[in-house]
């Protein structure tokens, strides 16, 4: 067990993971060694519910074990259940309201459900119990960050880092701060600290992304559009988003006669900006793969989405341009039929959600299949009524996509 305890602490969970379960050959009741078990399968990718049933079995032994439940909180919000994790560490802070860690895991389960003031009131009460807790210090950074509370946010950052300047997560924290202040040299770099010191920071490789991307002017924009919609609840995100449909529609109606050419280029602009909201991750993979030192930060499945997406993207508007430019109606339909690809394609390839990844890639596949009709329609007449019902279904679900891509169950 003391073995496995070093090895867990150096990061080498395989190895700590062999040890644990020698060490429960002889004490299969230790809900302690069920823990530390379950923290080294929590880590490895692929394991996060067999994690879960082992802190199940050391509940089974401990159920009044608050440290328990409060690694079964993280757990499940690790699996994109964060409802329940909520209700588990709700059942550790219960338990031992005096622990900074349940404290903590509340404050995570939070964050996942974007409930940004309630994760800062759980974070700042952590910290209440024990000022030197890193992870509180990096939620209480987030919550501050999702509020939109930059100045507020950069105070609490150089405090976490006058206090520990070589922390990985720190670092990576600054580096979102100052991406959400316009800054994207300044935040590569506080990303690469922080990849130098723990390559394996999720956080980090995801805002050394972000921070490449942002490099476009375009995507910088998207970027800052993003951190304002984030400062608000999920269900205020959706009436921001009608809001928006609805008066994109009113500016058409709106603009008639001569005017008319206003109300579609307002129309033409949302349809756009819609778009965009959508693909803008993978258009900018595609650009981060001709940048000889960011693409490789990406790995296999994000360059997929970067061909996919950016691909189908980049050739419907070509299509779209060229048609309406030589008059050519089938260029202009198989432009629409593109991008409309790209609606689902952009919510299925690094989707983390398994319902997402199935339904986003059905649709992907009925909107190939219509691409195949409309091929095999240039050819023989005969088959047109069928690909333009098939045009039909592909453009309903491209915006069924647009919508559903709202709900945090279907995506990562």
Known sequence: MQQGD????????????????????????????????????????????EALETIDRAIGVEANEGDHWALKALILCDLRRPMEGLAAADQAVRLNPASSYAHTTRATALLFLQRWTDAERSARLALSIDPDDRAASNLLSQSLQHQNRISENA??????????????????????????????????????????????????????????????????????WCFFLTSFSPRARWFIVLGMVILANAMGELFTGPYRVIGLGILGFYFLFALWSHVARGVGNLMLLFDRFARCALIPREKVEAVAVGGTVVGGIGLLIGGFGCGNMDA?????????????????????????????????????????????????????????????????????????????????
């Open 6 to 49: 070093h090895l867990l602490q150096c990061k080498r969970y395989r190895d700590a993971e062999r040890h644990y379960r020698q060490a429960l050959a002889s004490m299969p009741e230790n809900g302690t060694l069920l823990n530390r078990l379950a923290i080294c399968l929590a880590q490895a990718s692929g394991r996060r519910q």
């Open 155 to 224: 105070e609490q950052i150089a405090y976490m880092l006058s206090r520990d300047p070589e922390n990985p997560d720190t670092l990576a924290r600054a580096g979102w701060n100052s991406l959400q202040r316009g800054e994207s040299t300044k935040a590569e770099h506080f990303f690469r600290e922080a990849l130098r010191l723990d390559p394996e920071n999720r956080d980090a490789r995801a805002g050394m992304l972000e921070s490449f991307r942002a490099r476009s002017i375009v995507y910088r924009w998207y970027l800052h």
């Open 332 to 412: 202009v339909i198989f432009g629409m039929l593109a991008i409309a690809a790209a609606f689902p394609l952009a919510h299925t390839i690094t989707n983390d959600s398994s319902a997402g990844r199935w339904l986003f890639g059905s649709f992907s596949v009925v909107i190939a299949v219509a691409i195949f009709l409309k091929i095999v329609a240039v050819f023989v007449p005969a088959v047109n009524e069928a690909s333009g019902s098939a045009f039909a279904i592909a453009i309903l679900l491209a915006v069924a996509t647009s919508w559903l891509a709202g709900f945090n169950g279907l995506r990562s």
